[in-house]
């Protein structure tokens, strides 16, 4: 009995601290939402360079430097460059078709595609586009001029354009979800952490000055070095499309190796960028790495209460399952207050629930996105976090842990996605 009473305490507070986090979420969106962004009108227009690291992205890549293409902003101010990090298919022919400036290196991985582009790029800000990516015609106009002196990098909203399949209309909400999340960060003294790699633009001397390091979460590196140097990093609303896997075991292999890969920055820098104070190390760094002692505490708890909870009827059972892994399970709970026992863990998971879900609608909304599909992944989308995003965090811990144990750094140079 004690042991079932410390279980379901540990759970309690895991379920206050998720309540917590999220208020502070709503009052951070409340704010941004309150504030009027402060745009400037473009006197004039800055050559901006457009680099496109690629790699057997054969598929991707008319599309992508297509709508670099068609972005409103004045052809004789845009720089498009794409360099084919040694691809096998047709990856530089088809760009090179487009009349752009096109390089062609032995295949050494991204970063190494994105500092050889470095060198070639003129222009006053670099847009970082993933090959296949397809980014909103107004991008550049909305991000320029919202540049302020301390801003060093400015993020696109990410949608996805492969939303065809189950696991994607999932990932899709994911998205659109963290593009909520990250415009209510703006309203940080650093901004927010988590720039979406796949298109953001940056100042081009700082970023030629920092340069991309040899890690698969370049982005998120990059974006943690430069709020250490005094820069923020900021979301506007214009809109990226990306693709993004399309089988549930290429979605944990991506996964993995962000979330791991996001740990061994910890061994990188030794802790060093917790030491200054403000919101990166007081507010949006603990919160990355919270999610890896969640993850790890929450699997183990949350099998044992379904366990402990499960009917031993099929049909029952089987309408618990429902109930616990959709939003349904908490209008259920609502409704039998008036029949329960009203316990604390009961009472901070009937909040945690409906913070949550009211989040991603509130999101989905804003982005005009809200449809029967979205809608839909919204009601399960419980699943969705704690076996896709949950086990790939505990997943990768465990990687991270095997590789520092043996002192081994994982293979960064050759990942793309």
């Known amino acids: 009995m004690q042991v079932v009473q410390a279980i379901f305490s540990v759970n309690s507070f895991l379920l206050l ?61 845009l720089e498009i460059i794409v360099v084919d990090d040694g691809s096998t298919d047709n990856t530089y022919r088809i760009a090179k078709k487009y009349g752009i400036k096109v390089y062609r290196i032995k295949h050494k991985g991204k970063f190494a595609a994105l500092n050889y582009g470095l060198e070639k790029c003129k222009g ?54 963290a593009s909520l999340f990250k415009k209510a960060l703006n309203t940080l003294d650093k901004g927010s952490l988590y720039v979406f790699g796949a298109a953001t633009i940056y100042r081009a001397g700082l970023l030629k000055t920092l340069k991309f390091k040899n890690v698969s979460t370049e982005d998120f590196d990059l974006a943690v070095r430069m709020q250490a140097k005094g820069y923020k990093t900021i ?57 890896y002692i969640l993850a ?44 329960w026992q009203i316990n604390l863990n009961l009472i901070l998971g009937i ?17 005009k996105q809200l449809n029967v599909k979205t809608f839909l992944a919204t009601f399960f989308m419980y699943p969705y976090f704690f076996f896709i995003v949950n086990f790939s965090l505990v997943l990768a811990l465990i990687v991270f842990i095997k590789n520092y144990l043996t002192n081994k750094l994982p293979h960064f140079g050759v990942l793309y996605q």
């Open 17 to 77: 601290s998720l309540v917590l986090i999220y208020i502070s979420w709503y009052i951070l969106l409340l704010i941004s939402f309150l504030r009027k962004e402060r745009k400037k009108k473009l006197k004039k227009y800055p050559l901006v360079s457009i680099l496109i690291p690629a790699f057997n992205e054969e598929k991707n890549i008319g599309k992508c430097i297509e709508s670099a293409s068609a972005l409103d902003y004045p052809k004789n101010k």
């Open 124 to 177: 006053e800000y670099i847009l970082i586009l993933d090959a296949d990516t397809i980014i909103s015609k107004e991008f550049i106009k909305e991000a320029l001029s919202v540049f302020e002196k301390d801003v060093g990098a400015i993020s696109a909203s990410m949608n996805v354009w492969n939303d065809n399949k189950i696991i994607t209309i999932f990932q899709k909400v994911e998205y659109i979800f």
């Open 351 to 367: 909040f945690v629930s409906i913070l949550s879900f009211l989040f991603i609608l509130i999101a989905l909304v804003y982005y």
């Open 235 to 291: 979301q506007v609303d214009s809109v990226a499309y990306t693709r993004v896997p399309e089988s549930i075991k290429d979605l944990y292999k991506q996964r993995i190796r962000w979330y791991s890969h996001a740990l061994h920055l910890l061994k990188f820098y030794k802790f060093k960028f917790f030491k200054s104070f403000s919101s990166l190390s007081l507010y949006t760094l603990p919160l990355t790495y919270y999610w």
């Open 296 to 339: 790890l505490l929450t699997i183990p708890i949350t099998f044992y209460q379904i366990y402990y909870w499960m009917p031993k009827n099929l049909i029952d059972a089987l309408f618990f399952l429902f109930r616990w892994f959709s939003f349904f399970g908490t209008i259920y709970n609502i409704y039998m207050l008036q029949f």
